[in-house]
């Protein structure tokens, strides 16, 4: 299974950029689809996921109302809409795959994840 990232760059704070991740190989059936970050020198950390046959979903405290998570299961296809983008959002984004995922309540954590993308940068200026 490969995951392919895509769709980062440089915006201005308040713009929006939508992030695409590509899963080959092995189709979606029941995975969670998971984006993380990681800003320099900081720990990489959770943005949303979303889990492919409910459409269920989960964010993080600091996207919640601007960032949503999507799948076209067709394509096989993540995407993470990114709406009023601010400064601190800035960081490499990386999305992932968990084959046999656990509860909401682990979707969060990284070490759940089987499969990583290659990450995609994002900045955002003021």
Known sequence: VQLQASGGGLVQAGGSLRLSCVASGRGFS???????????????????????TTGGSRYADSVKGRFAVSTDNAKNTAFLQMNNLKPEDTAVYYCARDFTP?????????????????????????
């Open 30 to 52: 029941n995975s969670v689809m998971g984006w993380f970050r990681q800003a320099p020198g900081k720990e990489r950390e959770f943005v949303a996921a979303i889990r492919r």
């Open 102 to 126: 656990g509860p909401w309540s682990t979707w969060q954590d990284s070490n759940q994840y089987d499969s990583w993308g290659q990450g995609t940068q994002v900045t955002v200026s003021s």
